[in-house]
């Protein structure tokens, strides 16, 4: 459609039919493209953004779910003040510290199936099989297989290692290494997936002159391989890192609900206890809060480090 | 266009026809007509279907009839739906609680229980006259402060759990040349001296679970000592100690039996089974193993009360137990008169009767009925006897008690001392810790 001036019809200084027309479309596009987002934005604000105002607010009262009291920093006090938040970060702490050993194995993993080494086609059809079982699966499984008669301990008795039969979830660091164990089953085939699709990603040719120029398997795994796998790398540590601090709360529940004592309890299961069992929906406001801070650093660190190695051309 | 052709008119009325018959249909899952609304219930004490016989349906279940009854009679519908038997269901009703999308009835643990979540729960006071009133025992565990008749009333009891009890093999014990006598409570050293006598036997003697170890033994053994309930009170609101030179003597004694026991209770999912499989020979629970332990011992099976702590205790020759569980009616309930008459329905004499003389299948629950003898109403003589210890005193379940969390402490810290990970004197004080950072922020 086109207009046209006529004698007379005054002109703003600047404005021309053609820019006007211009105009009234851009205003039309930012129009469609807000009710476009407008959905997103509404279901973002509802479902993310309305809970986290409320929970920040609740943590500064006294909450039971239908009372409500302003309390001030008193959960703050009380969370910071008995010293609890330290042996909860303890445990998301021996998560973390146990990430490096994951990690390794994955990327061993990784590199004889890439290889193709022997039973590698076996193997690449099963490794990925604990990843599809829900946690709950898995917690329950290893609960029954390092019960006190369960499988774990008939296997040592089996092969004359009955000495070695304990009461897994009875103690502490025995409780740990069953978690950890479960930590690992999980993890190892995404692990395996991520080194196994940067492996792929790299170059034959580079590794392929390597080769010419008379580098070993040993020295092409260190030299070339392991440096390009970096952003994997990288990508696997984060990734995990965030685990570790917000998704333990199924593997505990299911596998040692926090015991033996409060010993394995970490900081997201320690939120379940104080809101549903305790019924404090004000203190476990707080100590929502903090993890939500934590975990913001987190991802801060993850943001960073990606931007880190894209400015550095992905190496 | 054909005439079989399906025009958009004939295509609407279709719809709107199956939309009036869905519709319907969920209006009608429940007991009942219907035509006074929906009354929804959370069942946790009374089974809809059995472990041990599959053939039964949960039609055959006295709850499910029972709602039915009271559907039919009033004109609503009643919607029966299970709550887990753990403390799971709490959570399940709190966060229904704050979502205000839970059920018009909830059965729960009574006492310190209820109370932690009264914020959801309608006070039943004015529902409740003196003539319904006479008819009940255990209204104390429903009314707060756990005296009746000078505090709100929030549950109304169900039935009467019973004591805790010891079960024996009785085979295991004459093998071991054990003498246990029913009618004679053991003293401690002779309670040692039977769990001795049975581990030479190459039996293990004890399979406790996580509530038996704890709950139905230790806390009757912390009660003997302190006085019973006025002592258990005590501790819990921190006018005395849980660390004194008495509580440390009691748990010294109980981790006695630790060399006696299955390894690992807090993680034991059924005892019997392990003393049916030949495992163990002991278990320490409420009459509700009777059944189970019929199932597994069928006659062999010898019940004590539980042993003395000590010959000077205040309490002796008793027992822990009572009406664990109330009925309750949600604040958020629409339908709050009719979800009163639905509890008085399922406590009246007419329904408690027929649940013990028609549901022999089910786990027993002793009425709470007054001027009834409970001791006709069975036959097992492990029932009888059972009947007629809850006529006798005993001590209230002491985690309806204290504070739910000084509860869960307690079950937290049994772990770490019953491993050998914490001298009494440490385990105790965590004890009194927790209770003072309750009491301390209870009134934040």
Known sequence: MT????????????????????????????????????????????LMWYPLVTTVYHGFTDWDGVVTKWVGLDNYRQLFGDGDIWQYLRTNLVFFLSIPVILVISLVVAVLLHEQTPGARFFRSVYYLPCMLSVAVVGLLMRSMFAPDGMANRSLSAVGLGGLATDWLAYTVTSFLVLILAFYWQTLGQGALIFLAGLSAMPSS?????????????????????????????????????????????LIFTVTRGGPGSTTVPLDYEIYLSAFQSGDLGYASAVSVVLLVLVSIIAWLQVRNFDLYSRQGGR | MGTNAYSRRRFLQSMTLAGGALALGACGGGSGSGKGGTLTYWNQFFPTSSSTDKSLKRDDFWVIQSAKRFADANGINVVVTDLPGDDSAFTKFRTAGVARNGPDVASLWSGAYTFGLKSYITPLDKYVDGAYRSTLT???????????????????????????AVYFDSRVLDRAGAKVSED????????????????????????????????FSLFYWIAQVTGGETGLRDLG???????DPALQAVVRQWLQLVPYALPNPSTMDDPVAQVGAGKAAVVVQGPWAIAGLRDVLGQNVLMTRLPNINATAPIRDSGIGGP???????????????????????????????????????????PNLTGVDLASLFTDPLLVRQAEWVNQKFVFYADNIWPTDLVNEIYAQAQLIWAGKKTPEAFLSALDDKRDSIVKNGSK
């Open chain 2, 184 to 215: 004679t409570v053991l003293e401690w050293d002779q309670w040692l001296e039977v769990l001795r006598r049975i581990k030479a036997t190459g039996v293990t003697p004890l399979a406790l679970g996580n509530g038996d170890y704890t709950l």
């Open chain 1, 206 to 250: 580079v590794v392929e002159a390597a080769q010419v120029d008379g580098a070993g398997w040993w020295r092409r795994l260190f030299r070339i391989v392991l440096p390009m796998q970096t952003p994997a790398i990288s990508y696997f540590l984060v990734t995990n890192t965030a685990y570790v601090f917000v998704g333990l709360f199924s």
């Open chain 2, 324 to 366: 664990g569980g109330d009925f309750v009616v949600t604040s958020y309930s629409k339908h709050k008169d009719e979800a009163a008459a639905f509890i008085k329905h399922l406590t009246s004499k007419t329904e408690q009767l027929d649940r013990i003389k028609n549901h022999p299948h089910e786990d027993v629950k002793f």
């Open chain 2, 237 to 243: 609101d921190g006018t005395r100690k849980f660390n």
């Open chain 1, 3 to 46: 207009e046209t001036v006529t004698a007379g019809q005054r002109v703003a200084p600047g404005t021309t039919p053609v820019r006007r027309a211009r105009s009234r479309r851009r205003r039309r596009d930012t129009l469609i493209g807000l009710l476009s987002v407008l959905p997103a934005l509404v279901l973002v604000a509802a």
């Open chain 2, 138 to 164: 255990g209204w104390e565990v429903g009314t707060e402060g756990l005296v009746a008749g000078k505090g709100t009333l929030y549950g109304i009891p169900p039935a009467n759990d019973g004591i805790a």
